[in-house]
């Protein structure tokens, strides 16, 4: 029998990947579910769309605007916080199984070595601290949950860093990228790839997992990089110690995936990954 599994939020980037991905999965019966088709705000819509006995449930949907977050957190902690209570609550009325995407933005940076699941949280804005109060809800409500944080996801699709800077290239603009902040660049179909891997495995070790790929570098090498295989000059990439934002970002947020290589061993590293996704645009 296939099995059922609702995608929440599946316009943005990692909902578009996973859809994509799906159709060489044919065991699974996916539902993709758009925030016109399903607002995670409505309690009702929630209900309404897993009264279809779904076996799964990934959610997707996410205010991610770090900057906006700032100015608008009652609207990131409505959609990030209160409307995954929601959610978790209505996957434990329909006994489903709830995959909540989290992010590195739950730590604030300090640590010089890569962040476990069980190190201490402390987010340093708004966004972060949104995110990290859904993560407490899903734990609250559920037993059956995976929490997946993952960090500067990137993909064909949507809007994103990789995107901007190949825009850039192509106008041949001078662009000034953050060396101050150290991560993992993370390619949506790796992390799509893992997900599908939880539920066609039926993996039952329940809890928060780091997925990011293997490696870390910062914002600047990671545009230089973008360049160097994208076969563009680097000559007009430009070293910056910090951009004026609004929001405080964490100046160090690799994670530590090595709780989630127990399970699922095929992590790549991120310069690969990218080759990939270039290859792909």
């Not at 859809?19 to 925030?35: A, M, P, Q, Y």
């Not at 001078?174 to 066609?200: H, M, R, W, Y």
Request: glycine share 4%; net charge positive.
């Amino acid at each position: 029998m296939n099995l059922k599994v609702l995608v929440i939020g599946s316009n943005g980037q990692l909902g578009k990947t996973l859809e994509e991905l799906s159709i060489k999965h044919k065991s699974i019966k996916f539902t993709f579910t758009t925030r016109k088709e399903l607002d995670i705000t409505s309690a009702e819509d929630i209900k309404n769309n897993l009264s279809n006995n779904f076996d799964y449930c990934i959610n997707c949907a996410a205010y991610t605007n770090v900057e906006k977050a700032e100015l608008e957190s009652d609207f990131a902690f409505k959609i990030n916080a209160e409307a995954v209570k929601n959610l978790a609550k209505i996957c434990k009325d329909t006994n489903t199984i709830l995959i909540h995407i989290s992010t590195d933005y739950v730590f604030d940076g300090t640590q010089t070595k890569p962040y476990k699941e069980d190190d201490k949280t402390n987010p340093i804005n708004q966004y972060g601290k949104s995110k990290l109060l859904g993560e407490e809800y899903v734990k609250q409500e559920l037993v059956k949950y995976f929490i997946i944080r993952t960090s500067w996801l990137y993909s064909k699709f949507g809007s994103n860093f990789l995107k901007a800077i190949i825009q850039k290239l192509k106008k041949d603009e001078n662009l000034n990228v953050v060396k101050s902040q150290q991560g993992t660049p993370t390619s949506c179909t790796d992390l799509a790839e893992f997900l599908i891997f939880l539920i066609k495995k039926r993996i039952t070790l329940y809890g928060t997992y780091h997925f990011s790929a293997q490696g870390k570098t910062t914002w600047y090498d990671y545009a230089i990089e973008i360049a160097q295989q994208f076969g563009y000059s680097t000559d007009n990439i430009k070293p910056t110690e910090n951009f004026k934002t609004i929001a405080k970002r964490p100046l160090y947020s690799v994670l530590d995936v090595s709780k989630t290589q127990t399970i699922f061993n095929n992590i790549p590293f991120w310069e690969d990954s990218l080759k990939k996704t270039l290859t792909d645009i």
